[in-house]
Nanobody, 123 residues
């Protein structure tokens, strides 16, 4: 099983980025995929989760109405569209396989996860 993130970078406050998570070794549709982030000196934070079976989505309060998670099962990929970015969104973002229904994804173990992609929001 392999997950590979891409799409991070440096963006000004108010800007947008789209992260991608390519999943190989597992077929989407039978598990959840969550996005996590971790900033230096801070604990990991569960940002969003999508049920790849039916597309149900979940978000932490700080990103609701700004971030959108989606999936393309045919391409075996999950995406995180991030709009209206703020400096406090700066972190390494990574995707991980979680339970099929995204239950308690924020505290889920991440046995299968990518290496992460850096997102920096700064003027």
């Amino acid at each position: 099983v392999q997950l590979v993130e891409s799409g991070g970078g440096l963006v000004q406050p108010g800007g947008s980025l789209r992260l991608s998570c390519a999943v190989s070794g597992l077929r989407l549709g039978y598990f959840g995929v969550a996005w996590f982030r971790q900033a230096p000196g801070k604990e990991r934070e569960g940002v969003s989760c999508i049920r790849t079976s039916d597309g149900s989505t979940y978000y932490t309060d700080s990103v609701k109405d700004r971030f959108t998670v989606s999936r393309d099962n045919d391409k075996s990929a999950v995406y995180l569209q991030m709009n209206s970015l703020k400096p406090e969104d700066t972190a390494v973002y990574y995707c991980a396989i979680v339970s099929y229904d995204c239950s308690a994804y924020e505290s889920s173990a991440t046995d299968y996860r990518g290496q992460g992609t850096q997102v920096t929001v700064s003027s």
